[in-house]
């Protein structure tokens, strides 16, 4: 599986950006992605996830109300919408793709560890 991220930008405090995670060599819809990002300085953190076989979509905390993971099978693409940006939302995003041939647990989407593939990173900058 190779994962393209893209649409990061500018934006200003309150404003909104779709990110997009196309992927190549198998079909979205038979793996679970999720959206990671890394701010400076700091760790990794999970931002969402959607799982397949079967709803299911997951968000952090800081994000939950805010940003919404979608997927479209037909053009093999995830997407992270982000509205209300917020400061702290400036970081480098990455998506990834849990590889394994089952649909996994809910709980292990929330480990960067888990995932066995991942895009190149885009990166948000939201200006206050």
């Known amino acids: 599986v190779q994962l393209q991220a893209s649409g990061g930008g500018l934006v200003q405090a309150g404003g909104s950006l779709r990110l997009s995670c196309e992927a190549s060599?198998?079909?979205?819809?038979?793996?679970?992605t999720g959206w990671f990002r890394q701010a400076p300085g700091k760790e990794r953190e999970f931002v969402a996830a959607?799982?397949?076989?079967?709803?299911?979509?997951y968000y952090a905390n800081s994000v939950k109300g805010r940003f919404t993971i979608s997927r479209d099978n037909a053009k093999n693409t995830v997407y992270l919408q982000m509205n209300s940006l917020k400061s702290e939302d400036t970081a480098v995003y990455y998506c990834?793709?849990?590889?394994?041939?089952?649909?996994?647990?809910?709980?292990?989407?929330?480990?960067?560890?888990?995932?066995?593939?991942w895009g190149q990173g885009t990166l948000v900058t939201v200006s206050s």
């Open positions: 990834a793709a849990y590889g394994g041939p089952s649909r996994p647990i809910a709980s292990t989407l929330w480990r960067d560890s888990s995932y066995h593939y």
């Open positions: 060599g198998r079909a979205v819809g038979t793996f679970a």
């Open positions: 959607v799982n397949w076989g079967g709803p299911g979509t």
